[in-house]
Structure formats: C-alpha cells, structure tokens
C-alpha cells in the first residue's frame, strides 16, 4: 500500500491541532451512505484526517461508519487520530437547543466527541423549517450570546475538543467576542483566489481565530457554484508553468496565507492532488498575480433575508463584506 500523504496541522486557540486540509462531505447529490462510507474511508486511506460534516449535509451516520471501520481495519490506530467537524444547524440555534444538538450529531457519528463544533450561521430557523427549503420569514431573531453561551457548554461537558462558528463576520464576531468565556477556535467562510476575506482574515488573525476556507474552488460544478476558480486564466497559466493543476495552485494559495481548505472531491485521484500540495510553494510574482484577481463572492444568502426578519439587507447579514 502507498505510504499516505502527511498532512500539517495548525494549533487552535483551543490548544488542540487540526489538520490544514479537511475534506468535505456536504453536496446537492450525495452517494448512498455505503458509497460515502466506502469513499470516506478511502480518504483516509490517502491520507485526509479531518472530516468536515454538518446536522444539514445527512452525512453523519456515513462518516461515523467510516471512522469505526477505517479504526477495525487499522488504517488509523486510535480515535484521536482523526479531526471531526460538524455543525449545528439553524433551526437548533437557540440557547435551549445546543447541547441536545450536539448529542444527536454524536449519535449519529457513533462517537464521545467532535474535535471541533460549529455554529454553522448566525441565523436561528423556525423549529419547523426543512432541509434548505427555507424563506426569510423563517428567520427569527438570534440569540448570539445565549448560543455560545450554550456552544461552551458543550466544550466544558467535553462533548466539544473545540468550538466556533462559520460565516460570521466582524461586527457578529465582535458581538460574540465581547460576551464570550471561550474565544472562537474557528470561522469557516467561503474563501478562494476569487474572494479573499482580506478583512475579515486580518480580523481574526488579531483575535486569534483561525480562519478555514468552504468552498476554496468556488463550488465550482455544483448548481450554485461558479467557475471563478477552475476556469480563472490567471491560475491556468500558473498550473501551466508549474505543471500543477488549477485545484493545487487555488489550495497552495489558501495554505499560504495561514487558512485552512474543506476540499471536496468523491474522485480518488482528485483526492490525492489535493493533498499534493505541501512540498513546493508559489513564487512572490505568483502570488501578487494571484492578489489583482477580480473578487466577487459566489453565495449570498438570499433565503435568509426578509423585510421583517433580522436581515433585511446583504449588509446586514454579512457585516458589510459583501
């Protein structure tokens, strides 16, 4: 068997360390759960250690089968060996909910704990919202304070190694920082050569949040993705040059500027590409030509907005970052 790729980690405010490339298991046309399970466990057959999932993805169960089959066949010797993320979804985005939440995503998996917790918006759902099939009316008013409150409840039970969110920005992370016993380890946002987070990253890097990429390819081949990534003529002719692929250059750039990437690809050798990307670096020229690419963010959020609702406005929801 070939040796498996290494992949760093990154030390979390936490104290605890997470491996710099995850892989992602959300997608509009998942496999059946065995396939997934059979593709997971090939991931980490690769190398991949960190496995991103969520309430919302219907991935748990598969992922978990996946960690209990990849630790009977040996291919890791121990739990701990293994970087689990997942989320709370936003209809249990109240302080009330958090911790049942969590015990149910740990049932799912079949595990004591997640490494790493999320509060996958800052938006809470009516309870009766399913699945994405949402309207802005369904959104009422969050409750940040309590939440986390709740979201450190679930670290101190030691459900949770560590805790954060995902696409928050300034003003909301200012909120939360102010109240907060527990700073954030982590805040998952769509990140890519096409959308930078310039501000948002030099936030976080001066609170000590570390900053992880969805979508680092710009969801490029799903329904709502974009080819700005894939298709970007600046990254074509660097990936040309260097003999790489455009998926290595856009994932190299993200590592290079101390974020880490959800990568998600159910094709083998897609996987291991992603993981080839730690033994070579992007020269200074490459960089600055990567730096004047055209930034434009791909999902907006629309479905959360409402002129009665908490946002009324993309500013609102994304703190002006948009």
Same mark, same amino acid.
């Given at each position: 068997? *070939?040796?498996?790729?290494?992949?760093?980690?990154?030390?979390?405010?936490s104290?605890?360390?997470m491996?710099?490339?995850g892989m992602?298991?959300?997608?509009?046309?998942?496999?059946s759960?065995?396939?997934?399970?059979?593709?997971?466990?090939?991931?980490?057959?690769?190398?991949?250690?960190?496995?991103?999932?969520?309430?919302?993805?219907?991935?748990?169960q598969?992922?978990?089968?996946?960690?209990?089959k990849?630790?009977?066949?040996?291919?890791v010797?121990?739990?701990? *060996?293994?970087?689990?993320?997942?989320?709370?979804?936003?209809?249990?985005?109240?302080?009330?909910?958090?911790?049942?939440?969590?015990?149910?995503?740990?049932?799912?998996?079949?595990?004591?704990?997640?490494?790493?917790?999320?509060?996958h918006?800052?938006?809470?759902l009516?309870?009766?919202?399913?699945?994405?099939?949402?309207?802005?009316?369904?959104v009422?008013?969050?409750?940040?304070?309590?939440?986390?409150?709740?979201?450190?409840?679930c670290?101190?039970?030691?459900?949770?190694?560590?805790?954060?969110?995902?696409?928050?920005?300034?003003?909301?992370?200012?909120?939360?920082?102010?109240?907060?016993?527990?700073p954030?380890?982590?805040?998952?946002?769509?990140m890519?050569?096409?959308w930078?987070?310039g501000?948002?990253?030099?936030?976080?890097?001066?609170?000590?949040?570390?900053?992880?990429?969805?979508?680092?390819?710009?969801?490029?081949?799903?329904?709502?993705?974009s080819?700005?990534?894939? *298709?970007?003529?600046?990254?074509?002719?660097i990936?040309?040059?260097?003999?790489k692929?455009?998926?290595?250059?856009?994932?190299?750039?993200i590592?290079?500027?101390?974020?880490?990437?959800?990568?998600?690809?159910?094709?083998?050798?897609r996987?291991?590409?992603?993981?080839?990307?730690?033994?070579?670096?992007?020269?200074k020229?490459?960089?600055?030509?990567?730096?004047?690419?055209?930034?434009?963010?791909?999902?907006?959020?629309?479905?959360?907005?409402?002129?009665?609702?908490?946002?009324?406005s993309?500013? *609102?929801?994304?703190?002006?970052?948009i």
């Amino acid at each position: 068997m *070939e040796q498996a790729k290494q992949v760093p980690d990154v030390v979390l405010n936490s104290g605890h360390k997470m491996p710099v490339i995850g892989m992602g298991t959300a997608s509009a046309s998942l496999p059946s759960p065995d396939d997934l399970t059979a593709i997971l466990l090939d991931a980490i057959r690769i190398g991949y250690r960190h496995f991103d999932t969520a309430a919302i993805y219907g991935t748990e169960q598969p992922l978990g089968k996946a960690v209990a089959k990849a630790l009977e066949l040996g291919l890791v010797k121990n739990r701990d *060996e293994l970087f689990i993320t997942s989320k709370l979804w936003n209809t249990d985005a109240h302080p009330d909910l958090v911790v049942p939440a969590l015990h149910t995503t740990l049932r799912n998996l079949g595990l004591e704990y997640v490494d790493l917790y999320l509060i996958h918006w800052p938006v809470r759902l009516r309870p009766d919202a399913v699945g994405f099939n949402f309207k802005g009316e369904d959104v009422l008013p969050f409750d940040i304070e309590g939440t986390w409150k709740a979201m450190e409840e679930c670290h101190r039970l030691g459900l949770a190694k560590s805790i954060g969110v995902s696409n928050f920005g300034t003003i909301k992370l200012t909120q939360l920082l102010d109240n907060a016993s527990i700073p954030p380890a982590v805040n998952q946002v769509e990140m890519n050569t096409s959308w930078h987070q310039g501000k948002l990253r030099e936030f976080c890097k001066q609170k000590g949040i570390h900053v992880s990429a969805w979508s680092p390819l710009a969801a490029y081949g799903s329904k709502w993705g974009s080819n700005s990534v894939m *298709e970007n003529p600046v990254l074509k002719e660097i990936a040309e040059a260097r003999n790489k692929s455009v998926a290595q250059i856009a994932l190299r750039w993200i590592y290079e500027q101390g974020a880490s990437a959800i990568v998600k690809s159910f094709n083998t050798e897609r996987m291991k590409h992603n993981l080839e990307i730690f033994d070579w670096e992007l020269s200074k020229e490459e960089s600055n030509k990567i730096s004047q690419i055209p930034q434009r963010k791909v999902y907006r959020g629309e479905m959360f907005l409402s002129e009665n609702g908490p946002y009324k406005s993309f500013e *609102e929801l994304w703190d002006g970052d948009i």
